[in-house]
């Protein structure tokens, strides 16, 4: 298998992964139908001013509120994908629902991945620790992690402090920034950034070897235009109509 992406996971590792989230996006979007959009309160004044001030036409507008949407799912897959890269590395697998995130497959390390260091509250950051502590105890050759993939520092450190109200310590429990996790993995100093760097060309190799474009289907979208076009209202006015009370609005249409 080669290596011409990155040196520390074949191509085809990575082209598997891009794959896979890719697959993500997809089912996130076709999963946005007019109903689904409508589930969270759509601001339309605040669309109103997005449609002027940022100079959007009103079909831009709403790809760009369902990509908010969509982004919301799609950061989970975004975790899921450095799973599957790091695991794609000699020596370390995924947990495929065990419990644990990434471990070594000689059971040394363990890991709980978070894409972003702030999604946890301390009732979360808690019962992580104690898994954490947990693995420790019972393989006690061990080192276990928490991966804060998008962290504000470079760093790896024992993670000790209060939480809830409790101190907790351990002497093979961990915190660490992604950067020194794929380092700490791959033994190269550089393993995040150079999969960042090469990820344009790599996700452009996935779309062509797939002969995929991107694709324009939006369900809500064709939903919302379809019956903006049947009311005779612009898109905007149909969301406004279909998701807010204005009595004297429709008293008005009415009457005119």
């Known amino acids: 298998m080669a290596n011409t992406y990155l040196s520390f996971i074949s191509d085809e590792h990575l082209l598997l992964c891009i794959g896979n989230l890719h697959n993500s996006y997809l089912k996130a979007k076709e999963n946005v139908s007019k109903k689904k959009f409508y589930k969270n309160k759509i601001d339309t004044i605040k669309l109103t001013f997005d449609a002027r001030f940022n ?109 809830n109200g409790k101190e907790y310590s351990h002497s093979r429990v961990y915190k660490i920034s992604g950067d020194q996790f794929y380092s700490l993995l791959s033994g190269n100093e550089n393993a995040l950034f150079e999969l960042y760097q090469i990820l344009p060309k790599a996700i452009s190799d996935y779309l062509k070897s797939q002969n995929i474009e991107e694709s324009k289907n939006n369900s809500a979208l064709k939903e919302i235009s379809k019956t903006a076009k049947e009311s005779g209202r612009s898109i905007l006015n149909e969301i406004t109509f279909e998701t807010v009370s204005y009595t004297h609005l429709r008293a008005h249409e009415t009457r005119h």
């Open 55 to 163: 100079e959007l036409d009103e079909e831009t507008l709403i790809k760009t509120e369902i990509n908010r949407q969509v982004d919301k799912s799609i950061n989970n897959s975004i975790g899921t994908f450095h799973e599957q890269i790091l695991g794609g590395i000699s020596g370390y697998e995924i947990g495929n629902l065990s419990g644990f995130d990434i471990k070594a497959t000689d059971e040394t390390l363990f890991a709980d991945i978070k894409n972003k260091h702030n999604t946890m509250n301390s009732s979360s950051a808690e019962s992580l620790f104690q898994k954490l502590a947990n693995y420790a105890d019972n393989y006690k050759q061990a080192k276990c992690y928490w991966v804060q993939i998008l962290a504000k520092n470079s760093f790896c450190e024992k993670w000790f402090g209060e939480i």
